[in-house]
């Protein structure tokens, strides 16, 4: 399984970006699909998640300002919107799967966990 991130860039302070991230491969189906980010000299942090049910949480820190989604046609691709851009937010954003390969019967088997290659989203003040 393979996802694919892009949509990052350079942005000034105040400012949006959106993130897409679609997914490939052959699997049964998606539990959850999400996006972390990691700054320099700091640990991976989640920002935001959606799962298959719709469920959703955030990270404080992005809460009101951030929103995941996904495509109403491409089940398999997830955006992050990002309104009202903050200096620390510059970080390197991931992609994340968390599914099911098919099992027997094509019933939900084995849990993976995918990730994507993370873009770059800078923001200057």
């Known amino acids: 399984v393979q996802l694919q991130a892009s949509g990052g860039g350079v942005v000034q302070a105040g400012g949006s970006l959106r993130l897409p991230c679609g997914a490939s491969?052959?699997?049964?189906?998606?539990?959850?699909m999400a996006w972390y980010r990691q700054a320099p000299g700091e640990e991976r942090e989640l920002v935001a998640r959606q799962t298959s049910d719709g469920d959703q949480n955030y990270a404080a820190s992005v809460k009101g300002r951030f929103t995941i989604s996904r495509d109403d046609d491409a089940k398999n691709t997830v955006y992050l919107h990002m309104n009202r851009l903050r200096p620390e937010d510059t970080a390197v954003y991931y992609c994340?799967?968390?599914?099911?390969?098919?099992?027997?019967?094509?019933?939900?088997?084995?849990?993976?966990?995918?990730w994507g290659q993370g873009t770059l989203v800078t923001v200057s003040s």
């Open positions: 491969g052959n699997f049964h189906s998606i539990s959850s």
């Open positions: 994340n799967l968390v599914g099911f390969f098919a099992g027997k019967g094509w019933s939900p088997g084995r849990r993976f966990t995918s």
